[in-house]
């Protein structure tokens, strides 16, 4: 059983969505990556979702388009939530900025970008988070192999 | 002339801004420190006297690597790492990514371990409100209340540890149940315990709630609307002492919250003292759903019987050919999770802890993402900090609750 707002939700959104669904409490949406930030404000103006949960990415090396982004959203009103997906290529793995919409974009977008090399046109302050000035390649990726190392003081002798 | 000073360490990070707004504005930074002392954290501030004009807030000194880590190991090895997000409440980071993990694999567990969880999850929140409320008191320098509450929290960790093993890192959730049943006279203790909560929390509500110095320090200290702290994406008691009554287990019932009698504690205008506040009836409202929990708890198995997740009773491995495979097959390849994605959040004592899991069928997570709320939290701390004295920063940043470990990851 899922709440009826759901199906009301699919009916509308599905025509611009290239793919649609809902999973239990969950509206799943596949978006082509320029339509992200429409579909952002209409789930936020039209269906109350309010409150922007979280981004990241999923790196399918050896698929095309490579990166999949990966919202949440939670509409306090309606006690639901919404996953858009998009997919972007590794040559331009570009996705509008959700900053206009929603303020806590601003952080999460930089984990994403520091992490999976995601470019969030629109967000001008994409400076490493939780690494450090300086680091090379995105260590969520699938081909950052997971023992390198890049100490930024030289280990003691 | 000394060589060290020569050689300047690299600068980790690169700032917002390297001046204020005015030419008389000074820059400081400010940390990190230890994680013990409140938040591995370093702020950098622009003060115009001793009023904080801008906020930048660098994270990531406590990052680990750990969704990274996560793609290397079985589904069921990652629980131990999970205990580490917050560890002031590990009970519910393990049940949340459990839980993940059961979605995926249409799993539905026992309903001892449903109340088991339910319980653990609460008594887990009071440890973690009652940390934090310790911390912030003292870092104000109310050492009575201090050594009172981290008295009440000791007294749940070392019952936590009668149960689990350990006083902070568990390990104590499995994917389909839990790692072993209540001990004898456990619920007892339980009972004693939180009879010398209510005693003791009442008389912190004695020492602080009409104290003069307690209210001029944190009333109308980091004040936030409840449309900025959802702009920012604010979950838990920070958006609750704003005013709005969302919490997740009211609003989207999980494990056996549905069956609960409990009310969920709101401020009035989202300052420091709201954030106490809010925290301390939320702690009240864990109690009362403890005792009705230990009146429902029901008899019966504590994990599932399904041999795709749980592993079989040591003795039958060791006398039987099919258990001893079912056992090294869990442990050498884990448990295969059918592929497909899932998001599965719990009201941690500080707001959502989201867990989004990619799987593509095998033993081990393709990609795990961890929503903390701290993470989130620190993306809108600048808000609450900014137009307040310097030595607001301290109460107020007490009262986040920044947790490193969740929050760098």
């Given at each position: 059983m899922h709440p009826a707002i759901l199906d009301l939700m699919l009916e509308k959104l599905a025509p611009s969505c290239s793919e649609a669904s809902i999973s239990p409490r969950m509206l799943v949406l596949s978006v082509p990556a320029t339509a992200v930030l429409d579909t952002a404000r209409r789930l936020k103006t039209d269906f109350a979702c309010d409150l922007f949960l979280d981004v990241t990415a999923v790196d399918w090396l050896g698929h095309t388009p490579r990166f999949e982004v990966v919202y949440h959203f939670y509409s306090t009103e309606h006690k639901i939530r919404v996953r858009v997906k998009t997919r972007v290529p590794e040559s331009e793995p570009v996705v509008d900025s959700l900053l206009p919409l929603y303020g806590?974009?601003?952080?999460?977008?930089?984990?994403?970008?520091?992490?999976?090399?995601?470019?969030?046109?629109?967000n001008a302050d994409l400076r490493p988070l939780l690494l450090y000035e300086g680091f090379e390649g995105h260590p969520l990726r699938k081909d950052y192999p997971k023992t390198r190392e890049q100490p930024l003081v030289s280990y003691r002798k | 002339m000394d060589q060290r000073v020569e050689t300047r360490l690299p600068n980790p990070i690169r700032p917002a801004f390297e001046r204020g707004r005015r030419d008389d504005e000074v820059v400081v930074s400010i940390g990190p420190s230890h994680p013990a002392t409140h938040g591995t954290i370093q702020l950098i501030v622009a003060?115009?006297?001793?009023?904080?004009?801008?906020v930048d807030v660098h994270c990531g000194y406590l990052h680990r690597g750990f969704e990274k880590e996560c793609e290397d190991h079985t589904w069921h090895n990652l629980i131990p790492y999970i205990d580490r997000l917050n560890y002031c409440s590990g009970l519910v980071n393990d049940f949340a990514y459990c839980e993940t993990v059961e979605t995926l694999m249409a799993i539905e567990i026992t309903p001892?371990?449903?109340?088991?969880?339910?319980?653990l999850s609460e008594y887990s929140r009071?440890?973690?409100?009652?940390?934090c409320v310790a911390a912030s008191l003292m870092e104000l320098g109310a050492m009575t209340a201090f050594l009172y509450l981290v008295m009440l929290r000791d007294y749940v960790y070392e019952h936590l540890a009668d149960l689990t093993g350990a006083r902070l890192t568990y390990t104590y959730g499995r994917i389909g149940g839990l790692a072993r049943d209540?001990?004898?006279?456990?619920?007892?203790?339980?009972?004693?315990?939180?009879?010398?909560?209510?005693?003791?929390?009442?008389?912190?509500?004695?020492?602080?709630?009409?104290?003069?110095?307690?209210?001029?320090?944190?009333?109308d200290v980091g004040v936030l609307t409840t449309a900025e702290a959802i702009d920012y994406g604010f979950t838990g008691p920070m958006l609750r002492s704003t005013g709005a009554a969302l919490d997740l287990r009211k609003d989207t019932p999980y494990l056996a919250y549905a069956?609960?009698?409990?009310?969920?504690?709101?401020?009035i205008k989202g300052d420091n003292y709201d954030r106490y506040y809010v925290r301390m009836r939320e702690m009240d409202e864990s109690v009362h759903m403890i005792r009705q929990l230990v009146d429902l708890l029901p008899e019966g198995p504590i994990s599932v019987d399904d041999r795709r997740c749980t592993l079989p009773d040591k003795r039958l491995v060791y006398t039987e050919i099919e258990s001893l495979i079912n056992h090294f097959k869990l442990i050498m390849e884990g448990p295969l999770v059918p592929a497909g994605e899932a998001y599965v959040a719990h009201e941690a004592p500080n707001g959502e802890l989201g867990f989004y899991a990619v799987s593509t069928g095998g033993g081990s997570p393709y990609k795990l993402h961890v929503r903390s709320p701290s993470f989130v939290h620190m993306g809108g701390t600048h808000r609450l900090l900014e137009g307040y004295q310097l030595a607001d920063i301290v109460p107020t940043f007490?009262?986040?609750n920044m947790i490193g470990g969740e929050c760098d990851r």
């Open positions: 806590a974009a601003a952080f999460m977008e930089r984990e994403c970008h520091e992490m999976y090399g995601i470019v969030f046109r629109g | 003060l115009d006297g001793e009023k904080v004009s801008r001892r371990c449903r109340y088991l969880r339910t319980l009071i440890a973690d409100h009652l940390t209540l001990p004898e006279g456990w619920l007892d203790r339980l009972d004693w315990i939180l009879g010398q909560y209510d005693t003791f929390v009442g008389r912190i509500h004695g020492l602080l709630d009409r104290n003069r110095i307690f209210i001029d320090r944190m009333r069956e609960l009698d409990f009310e969920v504690p709101v401020g007490g009262s986040v």
